[in-house]
């Protein structure tokens, strides 16, 4: 049986060798003559043009992507976050990782100084004033403007009135308190004893 497979073996080789020695014509692309240009150019101007735009326009998204992030979760430090984007354009990418892992960090000193550690536009907790009239009450007897000014006015009157009562009634626990300390008798306020 090993005398069967020699003597097929012994043919197949040499005529795969006649094969790889003889040259053969070849066909390097589908296409020939003129349709072979047309393909040519076509190819090269899409590479001289939309790859670039598209790699371009790639580069730019992926740079704006933390500033996209920081927008979305309310990011109090955003103005910053957007500059390093813009920065990291401008110096090739190496501020982009910065950029990336500012977007998702938690701003804790932001949020021991103001108390809260999202971003508030207006640095007013949100009561800031707009340009748009406020929207008006459908109820009948709702005052007009004028009135709610006016009311508005007598509350803060009010609130006003009550913080110095509050702080004369401090003031006068202090001094209670300061001579109490030094051994004086304590004396009513006003009043000569």
């Not at 069967?4 to 005529?15: C, E, F």
């Not at 240009?37 to 043009?49: G, L």
């Not at 051994?183 to 000569?192: L, Q």
């Amino acid at each position: 049986m090993a005398a069967n497979t020699r003597r097929i073996a012994s043919p197949l080789l040499a005529l795969s060798l006649a094969a790889a020695v003889v040259p053969l014509p070849a066909h390097a692309s589908l296409f020939e003559g003129e349709t072979l240009d047309t393909v040519a150019n076509v190819i090269a101007w899409i590479a001289i043009i939309i790859v670039p735009v598209v790699l371009l326009g790639a580069f730019w998204w992926v740079h704006i992507m933390p500033e996209k992030i920081a927008e979305k979760r309310g990011h109090p430090q955003l103005a910053a976050i957007k500059i390093v984007c813009l920065l990291s354009l401008v110096f090739g990418g190496m501020l982009w990782p910065i950029a990336w892992v500012w977007a998702y960090t938690k701003p804790v000193l932001h949020k021991l100084a103001y108390g809260t550690d999202v971003h508030d536009e207006h640095g007013h907790g949100g009561d800031a004033v707009t340009l748009s009239p406020p929207p008006l009450d459908n109820d009948a007897g709702a005052a007009p403007p004028p009135a709610r000014a006016a009311a508005a006015s007598a509350a803060a009157s009010e609130d006003i009135a009550e913080m110095r009562r509050k702080i004369a009634s401090l003031e006068m626990q202090l001094a209670a308190a300061s001579a109490q300390a030094q051994g004086r008798p304590r004396t009513p306020e006003g009043g000569g004893a």
